[in-house]
C-alpha cells in the first residue's frame, strides 16, 4: 500500500535568505523520485521539510491526500537514511534495526522475526550481532537502510546515501538501493548532486536551482529535452549552438557531444547543425574520444565524444575541422 | 600532537623543562611534604619526618573524632550529588533542545554563573535565609543545596560538553525512526553520555565532599563536617594526624577519581565510530 | 489539502517541544532561584536594613579597604601569571611525548582533585618558620634564622598559583585541538619562525580558550578564602576573610552583608561583561 507524496507551494527562508521558493511537487505512490541540484539549490531542505525535520515558513506537505504539516517526525511514519547513516554506535546491528520497533512498542518476537527479514533483505543476514563500528561503509549504509524500511514506513527518504561511498561502492549500492525499492514498493525521495545517480537510480529526476525547480521528468526527458541552458548543461556536457533564422531571432540548439562526429575535409557539404573550427585538445577516455574545438564564428568551445579512435595525425591542435551533427532529430532546440 | 612539536622547534625543549618543573614545585611538592609528615613519630607535623610510625593513620581510621564528620561529609556529598547530576544532565539536555541560539546562550550563561559568586556570600545568603525562615533543623537542607549548587556548573560543562560532540544525525536519525523525547533521552542519549555523566558524577562528588565555606557558615556547633573539622584542628596545631586525615581523604579522592577517568576511557574505546 | 489552518498548524508545532523542554529545565531554573537568587535578594535586603548605613561603615572602614586593594591585585596577578604558566604548560603537555604528557597531565589533575584546604595544608607546612623551605635552606646553604614566609602576602601566592593554574591548563589544551595541524606544517615550509607559528597559527586558535579561562580564575580568585586565610594569616585578610570576621567575630552581619554585596557585585559583573564580550560560558569546559 505505497502512499502518494504532494507537495505543495513550500517556502523556507532562513533569514533573509529564501531557500526554497515556492515549490510544487506529486509523486505517485511507489515511484522514486530524486532531488537533483547543486549545493544551496535547497534539495536537503526540501527533504528536511518532507521529514518534518525542518518547519516550512508556508504551503504544506500530504501523504496520501493528507496533510502532515502539524505531525512530528515520529508521527509521520517516515524511513530517512542519513549521508552519514546515523548508526547507534552503542547498539548492535540487530537494535540497531529494531530500534523503530520498539519506538512503536511491537513486541519482542515481532522484532526478532522483522528484524531478521530485513537483514536478509539487505544480504547482512549473519551480522545481526555485531557492533556497528566493526562493520566496513558499504555495510553500515545496508544496515541504516534495513533499519529506516523495518517499521514499513510509508516514505523512504534518502539524503546523499551515497556520498560517504568510494565510486566502485557506489555504483553497485545505487543498482542495489533501486532493487530494494522496487522490492518493497515503497514511495521514495532522494537527494543528490550527482547527475549519474540520479538517472541511474529514478523514475523521475526534480532539478532545483536556488529554490525553485526547473525541471520534472524522466532521465530520458530531461537529458533529451532539457527545459533551459542551465538544465542542459547541468545534466551531462552540452554544446548550446546559436541558431539565427530568417527573422534574426534564433533559438538555442543543445548538440550532446556524442551526437557531432569530427571530420577533416572540409569540402564534404555540412549538414544541419555543423559547425567548423580548430582543434584545441584530443583526449582519450578508454571507448570514447573527446575532441575539444574553437568555433571559428563565435570563438566558443564546443565538445564532440566520439566513439572509438580518431585519426591523431589529423587532429593536431590547431588543425581545422568540421563538426557534423550525426542525428539531427534527437537535438532539442531551446526558444 | 605532533605538527604543535615541531612547530616549537628547539624552543619546545624550554618549554617542557619549565613546565616539568612547574609541575615539580607547585603540585608535587607541597602534596609529597604533606603526605611525608603523617608518618613522623613527632607530635607536631613537620618537615622532615622523624622516623616512621603507622599510630596517626590508626588514630584517624578509628577515632570517632575523624569517622563521625567522614560519615556526615560522605552521606552530604552523596545528596548533593545525586541532585547535581540529576539537575545538570536535565539542563544539558534540556538547553541541547533550545531552537533559539540565544536562549542557549543564556542558559549557559546562567548555568555557569554560580562559579563567579563567591562562596562566602553565597554562605552569608544561606545563613541569613535559615534566620529569617526560622529554619534551625533545615540548615542541612540549605547546606545540601548551596553545595549541589557550587558542583552544578562543573557537571552541566562536562555534560554540555559531551552532548555537542555526539553526531546530531542520531537524535534525528531516532526522531524520524518514530521515537518520542523519552526514548530518545533513555535509549540513546543516555547511554552514550554514560561515561561523560558518570566522570561528572565523582567530580561533583569531591567538589562537595571538599566543601568548606558553606559548611562553616551553616552547619550549628557542634555538627561538622570533615572540612570543617579539618579546618578547625588546622587553626590550633598541625598535627600528624591532621595531615594523616589529609592524605587518606586525598587518596581516597584520587582513587575515585582515577577510577572513573579509567572507566571513561574503557569506555569509549569500546564503542568508537568515525 | 490543510493549507487555511497555518495559524493553528505552527502553533501546534511550536507547542510540541515545549513540555519536554519544561521538564527538562525547570527543575533546574527552580533550584537556580532558590540557591543563588533567593539568597543574593537576601543579602541585598539584610544589607540594606539600617537604610545604607552598612556600606558607609563599609567604605569608611580601613580594614575593608585595605583587604579590597589587596583581593584585587591579587586577583590581577594570579591571572596575570596564570595565564602565561598555564598556556606554556598546555602548549608542553599537547606538545610533550606520551610519558611526560602523562606526567604533566598526572600532577596536574592529582593536584586539583585534592580539596583546597589540603593542598594549603601542604603549603603551610613548607612555608612554616621552621618547615620543609627551612629544613631545605638549613641543610643545603647552612641558614640559621626561621623562613618569614608563613602568614605574609607573599606566602599566599605561590600556593594561589598552584589552585588556580588547572583552570587555565585544562581548557588552553582542549583549545589546542583546534589547532590545524596542516596550518602548522604550512607555515613551518615557508620557513616562519617559531615564533612567528606560535603568534599567527597557535595562538589565535587557543586565545578565546585563554580569555575565558583567565576571566573565570579571575572572577573565582577575588572570591577565594581558605588558602589566603590559612597562608596570609589574620594580618593580611582578603574581602573574603574581612566578611568571615565580621559575621563571625565582630557579630556585625549587617556589615558582612554589604560587603558580601560589593563583592558579588564585583565578581559577576566581570563575569557577565566579560560573557558578553568574550563568550565565556561557551568558550569554556
Known amino acids: 500500500m505505497a502512499v502518494g507524496v504532494d507537495i505543495w507551494q513550500v517556502k523556507v527562508a532562513f533569514g533573509a535568505l529564501e531557500v526554497l521558493k515556492g515549490v510544487d511537487l506529486n509523486i505517485a505512490p511507489g515511484e522514486l523520485v530524486t532531488l537533483l541540484g547543486a549545493s544551496g539549490s535547497g534539495k536537503s531542505t526540501l527533504l528536511n521539510v518532507v521529514a518534518g525535520l525542518l518547519q516550512a515558513d508556508s504551503g504544506d506537505v500530504a501523504f496520501d491526500g493528507r496533510s502532515v504539516q502539524d505531525l512530528a517526525p515520529r508521527d509521520r511514519n517516515i524511513g530517512f537514511l542519513f549521508q552519514s ?27 526478532g522475526r522483522v528484524t531478521q527479514q530485513m537483514l536478509d533483505l539487505v544480504h547482512l543476514g549473519e551480522a545481526g550481532g555485531r557492533k556497528v563500528s566493526t562493520l566496513s561503509g558499504g555495510q553500515r549504509q545496508r544496515v541504516a537502510l534495513a533499519r529506516a524500511l523495518a517499521a514499513e514506513p510509508a516514505v523512504l527518504l534518502l539524503d546523499e546515501p551515497m556520498a560517504a561511498l568510494d565510486k566502485h561502492l557506489r555504483e553497485e549500492m545505487q543498482v542495489e538501493v533501486r532493487r530494494i525499492q522496487r522490492d518493497v514498493g515503497i514511495t521514495t525521495i532522494s537527494v543528490t548532486h550527482d547527475q549519474t545517480e540520479a538517472m541511474t537510480m529514478s523514475d523521475r529526476i526534480a532539478i532545483l536551482r536556488e529554490g525553485t525547480l526547473v525541471q520534472v521528468g524522466s532521465p530520458e526527458e530531461c537529458y533529451m529535452r532539457p527545459a533551459d541552458r542551465f538544465v542542459a548543461t547541468f545534466l551531462g556536457e552540452a554544446n548550446l549552438v546559436p541558431l539565427t533564422d530568417r527573422a534574426g531571432s534564433g533559438g538555442t540548439a543543445v548538440v550532446r557531444p556524442e551526437n557531432y562526429t569530427v571530420e577533416t575535409n572540409l569540402a564534404a557539404p555540412a549538414g544541419p547543425y555543423s559547425a567548423t573550427g580548430t582543434v584545441r585538445l584530443v583526449s582519450y577516455q578508454g571507448a570514447r574520444c573527446r575532441v575539444e574545438v574553437t568555433a571559428e564564428t563565435t570563438g566558443e568551445l564546443l565538445v564532440a565524444s566520439v566513439a572509438g579512435t580518431v585519426d591523431r595525425a589529423g587532429l593536431a591542435p590547431g588543425a581545422p575541422v568540421r563538426l557534423r551533427c550525426l542525428e539531427p532529430d534527437k537535438v532539442h532546440v531551446l526558444t | 600532537m605532533t605538527a604543535l612539536r615541531e612547530s616549537l622547534g628547539k624552543s619546545g625543549w624550554a618549554v617542557r623543562l619549565a613546565a616539568g618543573l612547574a609541575a615539580f614545585i607547585l603540585f608535587a611538592v607541597p602534596a609529597l611534604v604533606l603526605v611525608a609528615t603523617s608518618w613522623t613519630e613527632q607530635r607536631f607535623a613537620l618537615f ?51 531552537r533559539s541560539s540565544r536562549a542557549a546562550r543564556a542558559w549557559r550563561t546562567v548555568m555557569i554563573l554560580p562559579l563567579a559568586v563567591p562562596p562566602i ?94 559548611a562553616v557558615f551553616l552547619l550549628p556547633p557542634g555538627v561538622e ?25 586525598s587518596l581516597l579522592a584520587v582513587l575515585l577519581l582515577g577510577g572513573s577517568q579509567m572507566v571513561g576511557r574503557g569506555k569509549k574505546g569500546g564503542a568508537d565510530a568515525p | 489539502m490543510a493549507g487555511a489552518d497555518k495559524g493553528v498548524v505552527a502553533k501546534a508545532q511550536a507547542g510540541r517541544g515545549t513540555v519536554e523542554k519544561g521538564v527538562l529545565l525547570l527543575p533546574v531554573a527552580v533550584a537556580l532561584v532558590a540557591g543563588v537568587l533567593v539568597p543574593l535578594v537576601v543579602i541585598v535586603v539584610a ?93 643545603f646553604f647552612g641558614r640559621s634564622e626561621p623562613i618569614e614566609l608563613y602568614q605574609t602576602v607573599g606566602g599566599m601566592y605561590p600556593a594561589m598559583f598552584a589552585m588556580m593554574l588547572p583552570f587555565i591548563v585544562l581548557p588552553v589544551l582542549a583549545a589546542t585541538r583546534n589547532v590545524d595541524a596542516d596550518q602548522l ?52 585578610l582578603t574581602v573574603s576573610g574581612v566578611i568571615n570576621l565580621e559575621m563571625r567575630s565582630a557579630n556585625r552581619p549587617d556589615l558582612g552583608a554589604s560587603m558580601s554585596v560589593i563583592l558579588t557585585t564585583a565578581t559577576v559583573v566581570v563575569y557577565l561583561v566579560s560573557d558578553r564580550f568574550f563568550r565565556v560560558s561557551e568558550k569554556w569546559g
Do not use: C
Request: overall charge positive.
Open chain 2, 121 to 214: 556570600a553565597l554562605g552569608v545568603g544561606l545563613y541569613n535565609m535559615g534566620r529569617w525562615l526560622n529554619l534551625s533543623d533545615g540548615r542541612m537542607a540549605l547546606l545540601i543545596l548551596g553545595q549541589m549548587i557550587s558542583a552544578l556548573p562543573f557537571v552541566f560543562v562536562l555534560v554540555a560538553g559531551a552532548i555537542t560532540r555526539l553526531d546530531p544525525n542520531l537524535h534525528k536519525a531516532a526522531q524520524t525512526l518514530g521515537a518520542n523525547s523519552w526514548l530518545i533521552i533513555r535509549k540513546v542519549e543516555l547511554p552514550l553520555l554514560g561515561p561523560t555523566i558518570l566522570a561528572a558524577a565523582v567530580f561533583a562528588f569531591v567538589v562537595i565532599f571538599d566543601e568548606v565555606v558553606l
Open chain 2, 48 to 98: 622532615p619526618p622523624k622516623g616512621f610510625t603507622l599510630e596517626w593513620f590508626g588514630e584517624v581510621l578509628t577515632s570517632k573524632k575523624w569517622l563521625q564528620p567522614f560519615g556526615r561529609s560522605a552521606t552530604v556529598a552523596a545528596i548533593g550529588t545525586a541532585l547535581a547530576v540529576i539537575l545538570g544532565v536535565a539542563a544539558a539536555i534540556g538547553v541541547s533542545r533550545l
Open chain 3, 185 to 236: 606544517k604550512a607555515a613551518r615550509t615557508f620557513g616562519a619562525s617559531t615564533w612567528l607559528t606560535l603568534r599567527t597559527v597557535t595562538l589565535p586558535a587557543i586565545r578565546p580558550a585563554i580569555v575565558s579561562a583567565g576571566v573565570l580564575v579571575f572572577v573565582m580568585s577575588l572570591g577565594f578564602y581558605v588558602t589566603p586565610l590559612l597562608l596570609g594569616g589574620p594580618s593580611n
Open chain 1, 85 to 111: 547513516y546515523a548508526l547507534f554506535p552503542h547498539l548492535t546491528v540487530a537494535e540497531n534495526v529494531a530500534f523503530p520497533l520498539r519506538a512503536r512498542h511491537r513486541d519482542k518476537k515481532t522484532q
Open chain 2, 225 to 249: 563536617t570533615l572540612p570543617v573539622t579539618m579546618l578547625r584542628a588546622s587553626q590550633e596545631t598541625m598535627t600528624p594526624a591532621l595531615t594523616a586525615a589529609s592524605t587518606v581523604v
Open chain 3, 47 to 139: 544589607s540594606l536594613q539600617d537604610g545604607g548605613g552598612a556600606y558607609r561603615e563599609t567604605f569608611s572602614s580601613s580594614l575593608f579597604r585595605a583587604a579590597l586593594g589587596r583581593t584585587w591585585w591579587m586577583a590581577v596577578i594570579i591571572t596575570l601569571g596564570d595565564v602565561l604558566i598555564g598556556t606554556f604548560y598546555a602548549l608542553a603537555a599537547a606538545s610533550a611525548r606520551r610519558g611526560l604528557q602523562a606526567l604533566l597531565l598526572g600532577a596536574l589533575m592529582f593536584s586539583m582533585w585534592t580539596s583546597v584546604m589540603v593542598r594549603s595544608f601542604g603549603w603551610m607546612l613548607l612555608e612554616l618558620p621552621k618547615g620543609a623551605l627551612y629544613w631545605l635552606a638549613h641543610t
